[in-house]
Structure formats: C-alpha cells, structure tokens
C-alpha cells in the first residue's frame, strides 16, 4: 500500500496524524525493509500535504528515525543529505543523530568524515555518550590505531563519560589483534586497580584471546579468578573453554564442563553442542555425538547447518546408518 493511500485511510477513521504517528510508521517500514516507503512518508510530512492530512513538521526524533534507517539500510550518503536537511530547517542534531551517522559512517570506513562528524558536535556542544566514543573507539581499534582509540578513552574521562565494560572490552580486542597480548592484560589489570570491578565481558575477552592463543594456563586461571571473585561465567566464557579443550584433545573434561555449566543454571547453546560434537566426532565417539543430539532435543535447540553438515558425517562414519538413523532424536528426521 502506498503510503498517500495508508494515511487517507488513518484520517478516515478518525485517526489525528501527528510526529508519533509518523515517526512510528517510518521506523517500521523502514525495519520491515521498506525504506523507500519511510522516505515518502518523511518527504510529504516535511513539505506538508494537505490531501493526506498532514498538520505536522518532522522534529529531531522523526529525522533521527528516518536517518537510522537509511544507515541501516547502507543509504549512508542520504542519511548525511537529511542531516544536513535537518540543520539547514533549523532542527539541531542531537548525540544520537550524531552516532547514527558516525556509525554509518564507520561502517564504511570513512575516517575523515567519522573524525569532522565527531569535531562537529563537540563543537556544537553536543556532548559524546559512552556509545559515541565506543563505536569511534571499535573503528580505530580494528584499523590497528590503537594510540588514536587510547586518547580517546582519555577524551572520554575528561569529558566526564566513565568507560563501561564494553569499551574496555574493544580496547583488549585492539591490543589482541595487533598482537599485544601483554598490553591486553595490562589494561585489565590496570582498571581492576583503579577501583573498576572488572565483569564478565572484560573476563571473556581476555580468556577468548588466551584460548585462541593457545596460552590455555592463563584462560583456566582467569576462568577460576572469576569464580572467585563472584562474577559467574556465562555460556560464551563455557564455549570457549569446551571448544579449547576439544582442541587439545580433551573431550572428558570438556563434557565434564558442559556438565558442570548446566549444574550452575547456565544454559549451554547450539555453538557450544557443536564443538563438543565436533570434537567427538572427529574421535569417532559415536554414541557421544547421537548422546548430545538428545541433549539438544531436550532442551528445545534447533539444529544449525553446521550441527546438520556433523550429522551427515556421522551417517556417513557408521556402518549401519539406518541404525544410527533410527537413534537419531525426532527433530532431526523431521527437520
């Protein structure tokens, strides 16, 4: 339905168009992937359209509304018409209309527009949140700047913004993919210090880093560290540890592992049965593998491709498949 046609029929039934109205029904074409329909409703509801109903001017929400969808969709280019829009009419941007664009913006890599977007509303005294700096911190870490992602954290205190878990998190991952893995633990040593109770993302990070490292005594001892300090692990911290130790060949300890996560009320997903049953199956346990499919089926988890491609090997290692076949849980031959 065109979108003319859907507010005739809402000033039929009595319906009072207003910037809700229109905000509401932007974003959900827009998320329904129908962006070219919430650009029409912004158009007319910009220019005014006395046939439709139209009483009403767009203000910062219904812009930011409309130019998080066009991000979204990668029309980043018109996002940036819009917020240029928006100002020439007199609306000020506010931070979220900023980090809707500087993420956009980081999206496509685009330093020079990220950095004059972030001056801009400095200048504008547009104060940065603590998700504007994570976003322009993520994008300098990824690209190896990790002195540009520091001064910024710097930025960040000055300004009064305190870091959260997250942000602390992305500048581990800097330091791990460059390669700096001693400057990786120095940072979470050094908030730990400073009074910051380090939680389970900050926890996750570094053991995730340690595992992929191989450096497996310093993710255990972490794992226990956590423990100790009262902060429970949760499935990504269990996975990891499990799809280490099916790595290196011990696949008790790492069943045992699941075991003992369940018994800590935390709920192991389709990615942590996939490596166990990965690592089973590449040792040829059988029956482990067709003991963690029953696993899955009672707990409601649907096979992924992945979980689906290990069945098929699993069909194809046994002698009689049609036995195996057999034993397999009912969500599997139904799927």
Known sequence: MESTEL??????????????????????????????????????????????GVICRPDVVTYNTIIDGLCKAGLIEKARQLFFEMKS?????????????????CHLGDWEIVKSLFISMMDQGVRPCVVTFSVVIDFRCKKGKLDEANRLLQLMIQQGVEPDAYIYSILMNGYFLAGRIG???????????????????????LIKWYCKNKIVNKARSLYREMISEGIRPNVIVYTTLINRLCNSGQLENANELLSYMEEKS????????GMLMFG?????????????????????????????????????????YRECLNQLPQFLVQK
């Open 7 to 52: 507010l005739k029929k809402m000033v039929v039934v009595g319906c009072r168009l207003d910037v809700i109205i229109y905000g509401t029904l932007m974003d959900g074409f827009s998320k329904t992937g129908k962006i070219s329909v919430a650009i029409k409703l912004h158009k007319e509801m910009a220019k005014g359209n006395e046939e439709s």
């Open 89 to 105: 009419s007199g609306i000020s941007p506010d931070v979220v209309t900023y980090t809707i664009l500087i993420h956009g913006f």
């Open 183 to 205: 400057y990786a633990r120095e940072l979470f040593d050094s908030i730990t210090r400073e009074g910051y109770r380090a939680g389970v993302v900050c926890y996750s990070t």
């Open 266 to 273: 935390c709920a192991p997903d389709e990615v942590t049965f």
């Open 280 to 320: 089973f199956l590449k040792n040829n346990e059988i029956p482990k593998v067709v003991e963690l499919l029953h696993k899955m089926a009672e707990r409601n988890l649907k096979p992924t491709e992945f979980i689906m491609s290990l069945v098929m090997q699993l069909l194809v290692k046994t002698e009689n």
